[in-house]
């Protein structure tokens, strides 16, 4: 891997080479053959490029490394044979490599002066490559209904992505290919975007700053990788010689107008909403030339402030008051290209993201977490990239290096140097939280990343190379409260004290009287960040071979190594070996067939890794509980336990402190070795296996017309090494009777461990080893494994029109799917002991049916109606315990009824995700109008409709899945359904734009 890392090092300091091509073939119109030795041209008059092209013997001209840009178009001038011709305008995405037809007409018969060739709303065959991916151009997303111009909402319109069901609010929303929303890669420009702890975007890019957006999902070049899932690419907008820009106003006034819902919604971060919640948005944005013909730029900023209300309301404190909070969102964008000459350019790019998520205390419906106890959520990301490209001879490449920062402090307090109190009344119910959230979470990632790529070209051969490196610095802040967390009750007189004092809402710990009886007291042990570093070293090599005018032939092989696959070990998984191929065979000028097989790896998310190392300890008595699961064959017999250990986060207890007394983390240090834990964590000592996926695809395509096109694909992937929780001291399996239900207690279970658990009448709980008891060790021991399974088949039927000469455009899109696994992520774990076999069925993105269909109309000049319905089959149910006491029937202690991935005992008989939820149907409506006011510039007014038909949605929606329906209590036949949450309500948002 060193010998990989300086070859790298060498490629950039010595060569910078551009990646996007355009294939053009000429096309005789009469006895459709190929014409070879005529000269074409591209130009670009928005730069004022002009480059002239030869075709070969096939009748193909190559247009290499050129700038991935709109505005482009391909022209003959004529000669005595054929007549001249020009196509319409094209535009070149990030790493794409399209290919057009140039139909040619005699000169002596029907003159042309002009023939169209099938373009814009991504109608237009793939005529190169097998590769499953679906576009969205900027004017398109501009005219579809998106809340608050994140461009994450426009995904769902293509096929094979779904909204996805996430485990925590801020989750990913997208799914690809029914897989888990984390393991979705996202780029920009080509350039990596992703956060690697839970996986997800670094820079949420907002719809100002994108020239198109393109989703990757099966069949990709060798180039890609990382993900098993699919792939996100956003290209961003680039200056040009004529200044143009936008300034603009959105406001979303919230409930105010909108539909009456009894159910929470959501902002834009995923966290719940309710009352008061109202919307603002402004930016702008404005490219244009430093330089004529040399120095583009473009600049965009936006910001979002959110204004929301919680209830504060604890009646026995005479408390009742509204809180209010705001979000704010602010993302900055910049690109600037420069063309040293007409074989070598730059562009230098910096996104910043400043995110700020209040939690302000209250609660949606009423809560008594007190302002003082309130934190805000913080998401920052800085990205700075290099791009150079240039051309030299038959080779052309790119050498590319960005630096990104990422900051996630999940819970910044408001007061960071205060203990936390939770205040219990005279009947032990909670009055209160004050003073600190009580925990910390704060993450931050420094990447470095390293990409070359180089492509030579021969008559009929293109190969292209590639390495990139990635360097990701983690570094975590994470445990309970180093300053403490108390727990007080407290008498009526000192209720009543606090009552009369007249402090409301401002209550914090001062206010507590100082003989409160305190109950427990709890205490950080190890305050202070640790991380390490995760390195991912790529390389591929592919041919495309045009092996006739007909048919091209792409054969690839990629590697990957991620280093914290040694996890536990002395070493990794450097196995990843990763073949493509894959096949496009032109029927005729109008149709033609693709398909292909490729493997694909994932990174491993380094959460896998932090959790290990953060729930783990190093106590002499864990790691003898160690060697005792090594002598009953639980670990592997040459497992080096101080290689699998780590003095990571443990919380201290003390009963006996006096009120704001307690003793320090430094004070506490030898409760290590005596603190019993319900679960900890090792890192695996074989290491962790990349997941990786089979995928296959079958796809014809036919161009009806110039503005419609037709096509399907058949795809299929079987993912293996999928990530999982393994339970080393595990109760025994216990099959529940659905017709004799026999509850084992907490106790029992624990007898039937490996190593059993006691537990005295005082509540300690211990076990004995060799003759001796051990209070310093756990009672679950989990790892990390990748044994997990995973099929997807879908079938996707895809019909589009441009808008042409006519008055109205459409895409329509339905996807038939299944999709199944033993794990729906990197925390799942089976319901009873460690029996995966009975885990398997539909994962939690799973979706049957999937109907797009998006219909704009051009009424007159100036106007544009977008309607776009979604209709989705219900998302799975699972089933969970109810009318028998308990959840826990297997007395585990694991039974999670609000935690999907938990390990939630179902109810008797019922298979995983057994039931489904109805179908979601929404319908959403954007309206706009621009005036023109002089000088080319306008003025826009818009109004969108989302959920016209105000549905009470129960299922399709991106949401959390511990707040959503997808949990129900008993069984399906019983009909019982719970209603914990619905999709938005109809809602309305306004905007102004002005265009120059």
Known sequence: MKKLFIWAMLCVSTIALAQQDLTVAIIDGDNQTPVSNITIKLANAARNVSIEQTTNVQGKAIFRGIPALDGYQVSFEGNIIFAPIS??????????????????????????????????SGSKINRRDAEVSFEMKAAEIQEIPVEGRDVTRVLYRLPNVSQATGFYAEAPNVSINGASSGFTSYLIDGMDNNERFLGGQKFAIPSGFVKDITVLTNNFSAEYGLTGSGIINITPRSGSNETTGEVFFITRPGPSIDGKSSFAQRDLSGNQVKNGFARYQWGAGVGGALVKDKTFYYVNFEHTTDIKDNLLNVPVLGVSETLRGTNQFNYFSTKIDQIWNSNFNSSLRANVGVIDVERQGGGLEGGSTFGSAGNSQQRNSILLALKNSYKLGDISGETNVQYSRFRWNYAKP?????????????????????????????????????????????????????????????????????????????????????????????????????????????????????????????????????????????????????????????????????????????????????????????????????????????????????????RLGLLPSNTNVDAITYNGNLNATVNNVTYLNGPSAADLQGQRESVFSNERRILNPNGYKNPFTHEFALGYQLQLSDERLFYIDVVHNRGENLSRLRNLNAAAEYPVDPNNVVIRTVAQADASRPIPISTDGSGLSSAVINGQTYTGIARNVIMSENEGKSRYYAMSFNYQKARGKDDYSYRLNYTLSSSKNDTDGINFRPADANNYAAEWGPSVNDRTHNINGIYTYYPFKGTTVTFTGLLQSGQPINRIPLGFGTTDLNGDGASFADAYTGNSDRFPGESRNSDRLPWNTTFDLGLQHQFAVGGGNKIEVRADVFNLLNAENLSGYSNNATQSNQIQGGSSASGLFTQRNASPPRQFQFGVRYLF
């Open 414 to 630: 408001f007061n960071p140097n205060s203990s936390q109190v939770t205040i219990l009344g005279v009947n032990d119910e909670t009055l209160g939280v004050i003073g600190n959230p009580g925990y910390v979470f704060d993450a931050v990632e420094n990447t470095f990343q390293i990409q070359q790529k180089v492509k030579y070209y021969t008559e009929n051969h293109t190969f292209k190379a590639g390495l990139n490196f990635i360097r990701g610095d983690h570094q975590l802040f994470g445990g309970g409260n180093p300053i403490g967390n108390y727990r007080v009750k407290l008498t009526q007189t000192q209720i009543d004290q606090i009552k009369n004092s007249g402090i409301g809402g401002a209550l914090n710990i001062n206010d507590i009287p100082a003989d409160a009886q305190v109950l427990r007291y709890d205490v950080e042990l190890r305050p202070t960040s640790f991380g390490t570093h995760q390195d991912i070293y790529s390389a591929y090599i592919e041919d495309l071979w045009s092996v006739t005018d007909r048919l091209n032939v792409t054969v690839g092989l990629r590697y990957d190594y991620d280093n914290l696959s040694k996890g536990g070990s002395d070493k990794g998984d450097y196995n990843n070996l990763a073949p493509r191929f894959n096949f496009n065979y032109k029927l005729n000028n109008d149709s033609s067939l693709r398909g292909g097989y490729g493997i694909s790896y994932d990174k491993i998310l380094y959460a896998i890794y932090s959790d290990a190392l953060q729930q783990n300890t190093t106590s002499a008595s864990y790691k003898i509980q160690l060697e005792e699961l090594k």
């Open 87 to 120: 196509s319409e305008m094209l535009s070149v995405r990030s790493n794409q490599s399209p290919s057009i037809n140039l139909v040619l007409q005699k000169a002596n018969g029907q003159e042309l002066n002009e023939i169209v060739i099938a373009t814009g």
